[in-house]
Each structure stands twice: as structure tokens, then as C-alpha cells.
């Protein structure tokens, strides 16, 4: 039996038993349409989609199929160009694929001033103190943002995504550019949000998420994105393109640690 955050063990509840007991039906998408300007062409048209509070819907579609968009509206950060959004609840964190350090702060700063931004008031440093220790963010809470590599800044980036609990949380591909522990933290974040009632979507290229066990799955292509069977996302080797098998000797006590690190990279490892 999965065990509820602080180790109490807890009854797994379905999506649709969530909904049924909170009477709330989550976020909903109607006739949405998006483009990035008057004359560009449409990205996405005729979206209608779902999302029951306290499921997490996994966001599947090749390069450029409108992804991003699509979590972007979700998240309510994008106006779409036609449609309308419903049910977003008050509180939606955001970790978008790049997220964008070009500015003077301090990490730390910056997170304290999200916190604030989200009114958590005195709470704040004790928000950025917790999600400091869950990410490993450690002396980063002392680096300019615009010094910060490109997987620091995701961690900074999912970080304020946190600072207040989200009835909604967006994840564009949040495994990428991750060290080897706060890949770890991801699985435990998305089943805290959605254990608590919210719910998560997530892009994901390298196909960590599956290992979740998504409730929903929406696949975006050719300007649409219909909820499609959640069986039947395309196998890794069509995702990322030709595989190869490689043998790799590993001293017996650091095989735990060899497996985790591979996997954390999208990677499929077997042992013998």
C-alpha cells in the first residue's frame, strides 16, 4: 500500500473517486486555439480536454507538435487566440522547459520575492528553506541567476514552482538538465501534489513519467491534442531514435547507484 507524505500508508484513489469526493472537476479546456500572432500559422486548434483534480495527465507529441503551448494555456501563463480555460484553481505552479536566469538577483532573492509574490508573507523563508533541502539547492541560494548553468536554473525553476502548494502544477520537461537527486525528487513531488487533491501535467521526452503511472495521457499532432489511450505512447527506441545496447562492468556495491543514475537519463539499463 503507497504510503501518504509523512509515512502514514493510504488507499491509492483514482482520479474520478477524487473528483467525485471534492465535487470539483478540475481544470477544462474548450475550443481552444492558439497561434503567435495575427498571421502566423495555428499551433494548436479545437482543443477540448479534461483534467479531473488529483490526476496526473502526461503531455506526449513529437518536436514541435505544440507541447509547450499547450501546458503554457494549461498553466495560464499563454492567452490562447480563440477558447477559453476553466476551473484553473488559484494556486498553479509552473516549471517551464528553459527556465530564464537572465537577471541580477541572487537565487535566493529571487525565491524569497516568489514566495512573497505568492503571499506566503512570513512563511516565506521557511518555503524557500524546504524546497532548498528537497532540490539540493545548497550554495546556489548565493549565485546570481544569470551565473547559473542550465540545470541549476531548472532547479531554481521547479523550486518557485513549489513555493506554495499548487492545486495545479505544469512540468515541461522537468527531468532535463537535473543532477542525480533532484531527479529523485520529482516522482515524490508529483505524488504529494496530486495525493493532496491537485493536479499535474507533464511533458516529458526522456519518458520518466510513465514510471508514475499516468492517469491521462493528451497527445498533441497536427495542430490538435486529443486525450489518447494512455497505453499506447510510442516505445523509447521511436522517441529518441536508434538504440544500442552497451555492457558495462560495475563493482557489485555501486550497481544501485549506476541503475539510478541511468535511468535518470531516459536510459533503460538491465542487469544479468
Same mark, same amino acid.
Given at each position: 500500500?503507497?504510503?501518504?507524505?509523512?509515512? +502514514?500508508?493510504?488507499?491509492?484513489?483514482?482520479?474520478?473517486?477524487? $473528483?467525485?469526493?471534492?465535487?470539483? @472537476?478540475?481544470?477544462?479546456?474548450? =475550443?481552444?486555439? @492558439?497561434? &503567435?500572432?495575427?498571421?502566423?500559422?495555428?499551433?494548436?486548434?479545437?482543443?477540448?480536454?479534461?483534467?479531473?483534480?488529483?490526476?496526473?495527465?502526461?503531455?506526449? /507529441?513529437?518536436?514541435?507538435?505544440?507541447?509547450?503551448?499547450?501546458? $503554457?494555456?494549461?498553466?495560464? @501563463?499563454?492567452?490562447?487566440?480563440?477558447?477559453?480555460?476553466?476551473?484553473?484553481?488559484?494556486?498553479?505552479?509552473? +516549471?517551464? *522547459? $528553459?527556465?530564464?536566469?537572465?537577471?541580477?538577483?541572487?537565487?535566493?532573492? &529571487?525565491?524569497? +520575492?516568489?514566495?512573497?509574490?505568492?503571499?506566503?508573507?512570513?512563511?516565506? #523563508?521557511?518555503?524557500? /528553506?524546504?524546497?532548498?533541502?528537497?532540490?539540493?539547492?545548497?550554495?546556489?541560494? =548565493?549565485?546570481?541567476?544569470?551565473?547559473?548553468?542550465?540545470?541549476?536554473?531548472?532547479?531554481?525553476?521547479?523550486?518557485? #514552482?513549489?513555493?506554495?502548494?499548487?492545486?495545479?502544477?505544469?512540468?515541461?520537461?522537468?527531468?532535463?538538465?537535473?543532477?542525480?537527486?533532484?531527479?529523485?525528487?520529482?516522482?515524490?513531488?508529483?505524488?504529494?501534489?496530486? &495525493?493532496?487533491?491537485?493536479?499535474?501535467? @507533464?511533458?516529458?521526452?526522456?519518458?520518466?513519467?510513465?514510471?508514475?503511472?499516468?492517469?491521462?495521457?493528451?497527445?498533441?499532432?497536427?495542430?490538435?491534442?486529443?486525450?489518447?489511450?494512455?497505453?499506447?505512447?510510442?516505445?523509447?527506441?521511436?522517441?529518441?531514435?536508434?538504440?544500442?545496447?552497451? *555492457?558495462?562492468?560495475?563493482?557489485?556495491?555501486?550497481?544501485?547507484?549506476?541503475?539510478?543514475?541511468?535511468? =535518470?537519463?531516459?536510459?533503460?539499463? $538491465?542487469?544479468?
Amino acid at each position: 500500500m503507497p504510503a501518504a507524505p509523512g509515512g +502514514a500508508p493510504r488507499e491509492h484513489r483514482s482520479p474520478l473517486c477524487v $473528483r467525485a469526493l471534492q465535487q470539483d @472537476v478540475g481544470v477544462e479546456l474548450s =475550443g481552444v486555439a @492558439v497561434r &503567435y500572432g495575427r498571421r502566423s500559422p495555428w499551433v494548436l486548434q479545437d482543443v477540448t480536454l479534461s483534467l479531473p483534480s488529483g490526476a496526473l495527465v502526461e503531455v506526449t /507529441g513529437r518536436n514541435g507538435a505544440g507541447k509547450s503551448s499547450l501546458l $503554457r494555456v494549461l498553466a495560464g @501563463v499563454l492567452r490562447p487566440a480563440a477558447g477559453r480555460v476553466s476551473g484553473r484553481p488559484r494556486v498553479v505552479g509552473w +516549471a517551464p *522547459e $528553459r527556465f530564464p536566469p537572465a537577471q541580477r538577483a541572487l537565487a535566493g532573492d &529571487y525565491l524569497l +520575492a516568489m514566495a512573497r509574490a505568492r503571499g506566503l508573507g512570513d512563511r516565506a #523563508a521557511l518555503a524557500v /528553506g524546504r524546497e532548498a533541502e528537497r532540490l539540493g539547492l545548497g550554495d546556489l541560494l =548565493g549565485v546570481p541567476l544569470a551565473e547559473l548553468s542550465k540545470g541549476s536554473a531548472q532547479k531554481i525553476g521547479l523550486a518557485q #514552482a513549489l513555493l506554495a502548494p499548487p492545486g495545479l502544477l505544469v512540468l515541461d520537461e522537468p527531468w532535463s538538465g537535473l543532477d542525480a537527486g533532484a531527479r529523485d525528487a520529482v516522482p515524490d513531488i508529483v505524488k504529494e501534489i496530486t &495525493y493532496q487533491g491537485g493536479a499535474v501535467a @507533464v511533458a516529458d521526452h526522456q519518458q520518466q513519467v510513465a514510471a508514475l503511472a499516468p492517469d491521462l495521457r493528451w497527445h498533441a499532432e497536427d495542430r490538435r491534442a486529443v486525450a489518447a489511450d494512455v497505453a499506447a505512447r510510442a516505445p523509447a527506441s521511436e522517441a529518441v531514435g536508434p538504440r544500442s545496447t552497451v *555492457e558495462v562492468d560495475v563493482p557489485a556495491g555501486q550497481v544501485d547507484d549506476v541503475l539510478r543514475l541511468l535511468r =535518470g537519463r531516459g536510459l533503460s539499463p $538491465r542487469t544479468r
